[in-house]
Nanobody, 131 residues
């Protein structure tokens, strides 16, 4: 069974940092692009940041530019989301997802990437930014 499991969420003060992890089981991430999505209360789910299968290309929403970084460790079959300078508006349930082919699922920055391109989804982890 293909599974993704997110961890690392929690409560953090504005300006603080968190690192989320997305661990895969039942398959290897080598050929998959990975995306992080989030859904805030009362809002639709949005794509936040993604990384290509090689790790050489990322795409992200402008609201997280300079604050969020995505990385992957294929040896550990895990992808990470480092979130710095957190704001209250970052409060949401964060989901990771995997999809192929990488060039279509996570295109170059400036190109649109689609939730429907992702095949495998995690259950989500809650991030709350509040003082």
């Amino acid at each position: 069974q293909l599974q993704l499991v997110e961890s690392g969420g929690g409560l953090v003060q504005p300006g603080g940092s968190l690192r989320l992890s997305c661990a895969a089981s039942g398959f290897t991430l080598d050929y998959y692009a990975i995306g992080w999505f989030r859904q805030a209360p009362g809002k639709e789910r949005e794509g936040v940041i993604c990384i290509s299968s090689s790790g050489g290309r990322t795409n992200y929403v402008d609201s997280v530019k300079g604050r969020f970084t995505i990385s992957r460790d294929d040896a550990k079959n895990t992808v990470f989301l480092q979130m710095n300078g957190l704001k209250p508006e970052d409060t949401a349930v964060y989901y990771c997802a995997a999809g192929r082919p990488s060039y279509r699922v996570c295109p170059a920055y400036g190109s649109r990437w689609l939730e429907g391109s992702f095949e495998v989804w995690g259950q989500g982890t809650l991030v709350t930014v509040s003082s």
